[in-house]
């Protein structure tokens, strides 16, 4: 609509907002309605969860509305869009960030306390859509927030899993995998679109034929399964604009071919046609380890290609020719794991719009762009030839063709340089001949991004070091951020409330650089003593909550030290383990004098292991067994507890964040790309005990290092001190904490034998014995700090006030101008 039709659609139905009204009496109108004619229940009698759906079907109505009327003054301004592809988006809980996005929370609330119901408690009542692994999905999440804030024409596209990441459940102290079926109770948050659907074509030959006076290559698919559309609106905040999530769910094909059910076994034929679903079914687990699986690599070419097909006949509904689709288009790769839309794209151009090689190739070196997401060589995708050649044929010819053009180039500015011909080619010859997707894209990409500035600057000097020297203005970073709409206003409302307040205005929320403006008021007795009060009660709610689900009672009075995200051994939640059974060990030798001193710990570790992932698996059952020992030692009393927050996922995270004091990034240097935990802590308050890695880096900058715990070797001395192996020097307490471990202290000695092996000898790769000594300084910093509970509140607010930097507004607003080179487009409604 341009703005002469809203005022007269506004003259016809008499509304300021759309069709629906948002005061409390008409959403509670509509509730009702919901519970009656959608949930199937009396409008007199239905229980919380039942209000919830209700509630839901309504915020929902509200999102379809301004959904469509974005869509629809985007298809009039035909503005260039950013196509977000990513194989996993990691959304949590929908309700609450809708209505506050959409600005009716207290109106939704009042409706609901007439009804007898508590917005917070139906809240609750929502599961989390866990389509992805960790930070990767969570930072696309995060991403889709603040386009939509910013008005952004930008979609993303993904996966419809329907088993989201497992589910954790610890019995005695391990870790077991359940399946999350989370569509079991209905997902209100989607839009099925059954008549939105895609045929994507797998196996078969490739043939040639004469089509229109052109040779053409003809793939013959072996197998055609259909990509129906499932749409999740994507509200914005402060502003109309709706923009969309599409996720591809697999069905089978509405075509059949007679010759399978002619073969008189009709029931086989049927079976083996629903095992279409199976694409779309479940999400793997194990994050940044490729294991050349079939289904895998189905999953990415079934999503990448349904989502192009998608976006060329959007592109094509209001152009005559593609001259113009560089100018209109721009497909953002999240990790390599999209990266079949390079040569899909090209497919469809050159082989079915008949455009001829050379123009099709310079599209797709105008659209597509690429964000790394890791640091270690070993992390990068990789295709074995013969997989790719039986399942996507014609896919394959195209990286050839790609690769030839590549390696001419290359030889002709390198000369016969075999060594780097051979690391830079798309192909690595080997045991399995496999395609390399890095590789691919960095070919293909006209942008290469990292997401911190160490990661990028491991990226040009190490990892793409050939393809730096080659291309170097292709290299890039944006530093990551995360949404303080989701990680302030949602999570923290107190302490939402309370920056409004000091600030005089709730407009940070869209505009985070004012959020600095606490800083003028750091000194100030009574923003201090408010600070800590909302501190206190999410401390207060963090301990009920770890009370209910684990049954052990902690102390808001102690300091709560956290570390929550995936367990990797490169995150060292070991070097946390082993510092806590050292802390144990110092109280335990300690006269009752001098305990007075000692500051009260929780000490709160949170994430899951990938399921084949022996190490982390065992890291876990060791924060148990240490938990298990210090929480019933009667000797320790509150001095110190270690819990293990089972099932960690964003809900958890909403709640965990809020009530930490302290948080531990402790990776060792130059392994963790960027980090995004690091942000929502630092967004909440929360002082960070970190080594100089990653975006810490930056955040170093913004609030300075008189207000973090930083210790550990530097990323630059790290392969150093790698190749001095066991002349390393290591302090006699690490080698007095693994050896109670070895002993059996805390049980279980046969089992953690190889968690210590891999400390000790020629092990520790991660040199956690090299860093343990200057960690334990830091830890003995950070409790100096907290006894001093004036300061410790001065470093938190100014912890809020420096994270500005970390909105990923700011970074989205970097792609847009940098990399994607899209505008704001602003539907007036
Ligand atoms: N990351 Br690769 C994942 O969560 N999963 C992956 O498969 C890969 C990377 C993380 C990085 O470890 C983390 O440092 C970064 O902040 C995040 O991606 C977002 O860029």
Redesign the pocket.
């Known amino acids: 609509f341009g703005e002469g039709e809203k005022a007269k659609v506004e003259r016809m139905f008499g509304l300021m907002d759309g069709f629906l009204k948002n005061d409390p009496v008409s959403l509670q109108k509509d509730i009702l309605d919901h519970v009656e004619y959608t949930v199937g229940r009396s409008r007199f009698s239905f229980d919380d969860f039942e209000a919830y759906q209700a509630l839901s079907h309504s915020v929902r109505d509200r999102l379809i509305e301004r959904w469509h009327d974005t869509q629809q003054y985007f298809k009039r301004k035909d503005p260039k869009r950013l196509y977000y592809l990513s194989l996993e988006f990691l959304m949590g809980r929908s309700l609450s960030n809708s209505v506050i996005n959409l600005g009716i929370k207290d109106q939704c609330a009042d409706a609901l306390n007439q009804l007898g119901f508590e917005f917070e408690v139906l809240a609750e009542q929502e599961g989390d859509a866990a389509l992805g692994?960790?930070?990767?999905?969570r930072?696309a999440a995060c991403q889709m927030d603040s386009l939509a804030t910013m008005d952004f024409p930008a979609w993303g596209y993904g996966l419809r899993y329907q088993y989201g990441l497992f589910r954790q459940v610890i019995l005695d102290g391990f870790q077991h995998e359940q399946p999350d079926y989370w569509l079991n109770f209905g997902n209100p948050w989607e839009i099925e679109h059954l008549r939105i659907s895609y045929a994507v074509k797998f196996y078969g030959t490739v043939e040639e034929k004469q089509l229109d006076g052109h040779h053409c290559k003809v793939w013959v698919p072996g197998e055609t399964v259909e990509a129906v559309a499932y749409d999740n609106p994507i509200p914005g905040y402060g502003t109309r604009n709706t923009t969309n999530l599409r996720l591809w769910a697999a069905k089978p094909n509405g075509h059949y071919d007679l010759e399978s059910f002619d073969t008189g076994d009709y029931i086989n034929a049927v079976i083996n046609r629903q095992r279409a679903e199976t694409i779309s079914s479940i999400l793997y687990p194990d994050?940044?380890s490729y294991q050349g699986k079939e289904l895998r690599l189905k999953q990415q070419y079934f999503f990448v290609s349904a989502s192009v097909q998608d976006i060329i006949r959007r592109f094509k509904d209001s152009h005559r020719n593609f001259d113009q689709f560089p100018e209109k288009v721009a497909l953002q790769l999240n990790?390599t794991h999209p990266s079949l839309a390079i040569p899909e794209v090209m497919r469809i151009l050159v082989d079915e719009e008949l455009v001829n090689w050379h123009n099709a190739w310079d599209i797709v070196r105008k659209i597509f762009s690429f964000t790394v997401?890791?640091v270690v060589p070993g992390?990068l995708e990789k295709i074995p030839v013969d997989l790719l050649s039986s399942l996507l044929p014609r896919h394959l010819q195209i990286i050839y063709d790609i690769n030839f053009s590549f390696v001419e180039e290359l030889k002709k500015r390198f000369g016969l340089d075999y060594d780097r011909l051979s690391r830079m080619s798309i192909v690595e010859e080997g045991a399995v001949k496999s395609i390399r997707m890095a590789n691919l894209s960095l070919v293909c990409c006209h942008a290469i991004d990292g997401?911190s500035r160490i990661h990028s600057d491991i990226l040009k000097t190490r990892v793409f070091k050939d393809f730096f020297e080659l291309w170097p203005q292709k290299f890039q970073y944006k530093t990551?951020g995360v949404s303080q709409r989701r990680w302030i206003v949602v999570s923290n409302p107190g302490l939402c409330a309370l920056i409004s307040k000091w600030l005089g205005t709730d407009a940070w929320i869209r505009d985070i650089d004012l959020i600095m403006g606490l800083r003028d008021h750091v000194e100030d007795a009574e923003l201090q003593q408010q600070w800590k009060m909302v501190r206190r009660v999410n401390k207060i709610r963090l301990a009920e909550y770890i009370e209910a689900m684990i049954g052990v009672k902690i102390s808001p009075d102690a300091m709560f030290d956290v570390q929550i995200k995936r367990i990797h051994e490169y995150k060292r939640q070991l070097l946390n383990i082993l510092g806590i059974i050292h802390r144990y060990d110092c109280i335990k030798n300690m006269n009752k004098s001098d305990r007075r001193n000692v500051v009260p710990r929780v000490c709160i570790i949170g994430g899951k292991a990938a399921p084949g992932y022996e190490i982390a698996k065992k890291i876990i059952k060791l924060c148990h067994a240490v938990g298990e020992t210090i929480n019933n030692d009667p000797d320790i009393g509150g001095l110190l507890k270690l819990v293990f927050i089972p099932d960690y996922n964003v809900s958890v995270a909403e709640l965990v964040i809020p009530g930490s004091d302290l948080s531990q990034h402790i990776s060792t240097a130059g392994h963790?790309?960027?980090?995004?935990g690091n942000m929502k802590l630092l967004m909440n308050g929360c002082l960070l005990l970190a080594t100089v890695d990653?975006s810490t880096i930056e955040i170093i900058e913004e609030i300075g290092k008189e207000n973090m715990f930083l210790f550990g070797a530097k990323a630059h001395e790290v392969a150093t001190l790698r190749a001095k192996g066991q002349a390393r020097k290591v302090p006699l307490q690490f080698s007095r904490v693994v050896r109670k471990i070895r002993d059996g202290y805390f049980g279980s000695e046969v089992y953690f034998k190889s968690l210590c092996d891999s400390l000790e000898g020629s092990g520790d790769f991660y040199l956690l014995g090299n860093d343990f000594a200057s960690y334990l300084e830091a830890q003995a910093e950070a409790d100096k700090a907290f006894v001093d509970q004036e300061r410790w509140t001065k470093m938190s607010i100014l912890c809020t006030a420096g994270s500005g930097r970390f909105s990923s507004d700011r970074t989205v607003g970097e792609y847009a101008e940098k990399t994607w080179r899209i505008e704001p487009c602003r539907c007036p409604f």
């Open positions: 692994n960790g930070g990767l999905a930072l994050d940044r990790d997401h890791t992390g997401v990551n963790e790309a960027s980090g995004t990653g």
